[in-house]
T-cell receptor
Framework: NAGVTQTPKFQVLKTGQSMTLQCAQD?????MSWYRQDPGMGLRLIHY???????DQGEVPNGYNVSRSTTEDFPLRLLSAAPSQTSVYFC???????????FGSGTRLTVV | LAKTTQPISMDSYEGQEVNITCSHN???????ITWYQQFPSQGPRFIIQ???TKVTNEVASLFIPADRKSSTLSLPRVSLSDTAVYYC???????????FGSGTQLTVLP
């Protein structure tokens, strides 16, 4: 049972490039979320999903897109990377709303 | 959204009980209180959740007074490995309502 798997673990992008951060869970969880964490700060919600085909914006959605075509996968797309998007990105999932989210190990993204 | 206030940092010694208090004055009737632990370079890990009174599991206890305007996470007999950031979250239902503040940096000293 792998839990929540995020790939890649590290990524360096040039300004203006696009990329997709992958997130997959094998727990059949309906609820999935993406967060970013900047140095010394708490996590901020980017986008979330309450089931396949249903997504919504969080606190800091600008510059990011998501889709949820399957229960297992919830990829996060950076449309045109900017240095302000340098951060650590965490994906999380839960089988019950507002209870016991399981987090992935994170993707450390640097935009130069 | 219920806003939470926690101490920025706390120090303790191995073997002591540690209590971290979180204030949430505008908690709504249906809101639950959830605590997470985060080690450096890792994602947060769920510790405990409660609605009222006291909840205990194998890791921690959560005390919630009758007015629910605050809560206290209690870690019994901490060890060096409990050094981490602890987050108090208040919300219900949608992930949009779960807000991570800056958390409390707990440092356990030998």
């Amino acid at each position: 049972n792998a839990g929540v798997t995020q790939t890649p673990k590290f990524q360096v992008l040039k300004t203006g490039q696009s990329m997709t951060l992958q997130c997959a869970q094998d727990m059949n969880h309906e609820y999935m979320s993406w967060y970013r964490q900047d140095p010394g700060m708490g996590l901020r919600l980017i986008h979330y999903s309450v089931g396949a085909g249903i997504t919504d914006q969080g606190e800091v959605p600008n510059g990011y897109n998501v889709s949820r075509s399957t229960t297992e996968d919830f990829p996060l797309r950076l449309l045109s990377a900017a240095p302000s998007q340098t951060s650590v990105y965490f994906c999380a999932s839960s089988g019950v709303p507002n209870y016991g989210y399981t987090f992935g190990s994170g993707t450390r993204l640097t935009v130069v | 959204l219920a806003k939470t206030t926690q101490p920025i940092s706390m120090d303790s010694y191995e073997g002591q009980e540690v209590n971290i208090t979180c204030s949430h004055n505008n908690i709504a009737t249906n809101d639950y209180i959830t605590w997470y632990q985060q080690f450096p370079s890792q994602g947060p890990r769920f510790i405990i959740q409660g609605y009222k009174t006291k909840v205990t599991n194998e890791v921690a206890s959560l005390f919630i007074p009758a007015d629910r305007k605050s809560s206290t996470l209690s870690l019994p007999r901490v060890s060096l490995s409990d050094t981490a950031v602890y987050y108090c979250l208040v919300g219900r239902g949608s992930a949009r309502q779960l807000t991570f503040g800056s958390g409390t940096q707990l440092t356990v000293l030998p």
